[in-house]
């Protein structure tokens, strides 16, 4: 784009008063690197009902939030797409872990009060002014012990088993934040505004840009119409597609796969022996092994399962 396009371009985005729309990125200083790339000018309409999809009422403050339906609106127009949503540790796990690494001990879970918190992060891939894109994560840890304080046990029951989805959401809407410059929360009358996005495409009017599109489009149709060779097998060469017919299958001659790996050194202390009867447990008849076999006889005078140990351990018998 010459110069005179980009004054242009620069005019329109200056077109968008702050007190009449929600303009989300700086657009008055964005400009095109070269004649590849040109700015679109997005606007998104949310629904400004508070029983709508797109926002809902934000208690402590008394203003509104934008829901993840709002925020999957706002980043289609900015060209924003999600790269991967995983489950985290939370920062209670992170702590046992760092506690047990120092004192060589595992941390029981079962009677922690965090076992139930999960955490999620969710990476998107936000596009940049001068090409490329970069990646923005954002992670959003539910702590029930919290969330359950500030709820009645009818209004727990329901969020208990959405605590997931509702981390999820909520990490998407921190990332989307972050990339948009969103507010957390906006009044009525500024959501009735519309949202002013701002972002920079390739320039299909480009010959560059076209030649590309179409040598794209061309390789698409290959790879749905033109029959690929066949690939190549261990010890096979690959067949050309030519050689191929309906008529005549292949004839495939076995690969040859490379051994097994060996078992590790000392896996034999854990494995049941196979040179008389199955050791089991005294109290419940599990089959154990050679190595529990020999603790819980020396530590508690019968030879027991882990269960029954710690059965063991919890009624004071030593």
């Known amino acids: 784009m010459n110069i005179q396009g980009i004054t242009q371009a620069l005019v329109t985005l200056n077109d968008y008063p702050r007190d009449k729309y929600n303009v989300l990125i700086p657009v008055s200083t964005m400009q095109v690197m070269n004649d590849l790339q040109k700015i679109i000018v997005?606007?998104?309409?949310?629904?400004?009902?508070?029983?709508?999809?797109?926002?809902?009422?934000?208690?402590?403050?008394?203003?509104?939030?934008?829901?993840?339906?709002?925020?999957?609106?706002?980043?289609?127009?900015?060209?924003?797409?999600?790269?991967?949503?995983?489950?985290?540790?939370?920062?209670?796990?992170?702590?046992?872990?760092?506690?047990?690494?120092?004192?060589g001990k595992a941390q029981s879970c079962g009677t922690c009060p965090h076992r139930q918190d999960l955490a999620t992060t969710v990476s998107?891939?936000?596009?940049?002014?001068?090409?490329?894109?970069?990646?923005?994560?954002?992670?959003?840890?539910?702590?029930?012990?919290?969330?359950?304080?500030?709820?009645?046990?009818?209004?727990?029951?329901?969020?208990?088993?959405?605590?997931?989805?509702?981390?999820?959401?909520?990490?998407?809407?921190?990332?989307?934040?972050a990339a948009l410059g969103l507010a957390a929360v906006y009044t009525l009358e500024e959501i009735k505004r519309p949202f002013i996005i701002a972002h920079v495409v390739p320039n299909l009017d480009a010959p560059e840009i076209r030649a590309a599109v179409a040598q794209g489009y061309l390789q698409s149709m290959g790879l749905l119409f033109e029959r690929p060779a066949a690939a190549a097998l261990p010890g096979r060469e690959a067949v050309p597609a030519e050689h191929l017919t309906d008529d005549?299958?292949?004839?495939?001659?076995?690969?040859?796969?490379?051994?097994?790996?060996?078992?590790?050194?000392?896996?034999?202390?854990?494995?049941?022996?196979?040179?008389?009867?199955?050791?089991?447990?005294?109290?419940?008849?599990?089959?154990?092994t050679q190595k529990v076999f020999d603790y819980s006889a020396n530590k508690y005078g019968r030879p027991l399962c882990f269960v029954c140990q710690n059965r063991e351990k919890q009624n004071g018998r030593r």
């Open 248 to 288: 005549a299958p292949l004839a495939l001659e076995a690969p040859d796969f490379p051994e097994e790996p060996a078992e590790p050194a000392g896996i034999e202390d854990y494995a049941i022996p196979a040179d008389g009867p199955p050791l089991e447990c005294a109290d419940c008849g599990k089959d154990i």
């Open 124 to 177: 998107i891939r936000v596009p940049e002014p001068g090409g490329g894109f970069r990646i923005i994560s954002a992670t959003r840890e539910i702590n029930c012990e919290i969330e359950k304080s500030a709820m009645t046990d009818a209004q727990y029951k329901r969020f208990y088993p959405h605590r997931a989805a509702i981390a999820e959401s909520k990490a998407f809407m921190r990332a989307i934040r």
């Open 42 to 103: 997005n606007q998104v309409q949310l629904d400004p009902d508070p029983k709508g999809a797109d926002i809902y009422l934000e208690k402590s403050s008394g203003k509104y939030a934008i829901t993840k339906v709002g925020g999957m609106k706002l980043s289609a127009a900015a060209n924003i797409s999600v790269v991967s949503t995983e489950k985290v540790m939370t920062d209670g796990c992170k702590r046992c872990v760092e506690m047990a690494r120092a004192t």
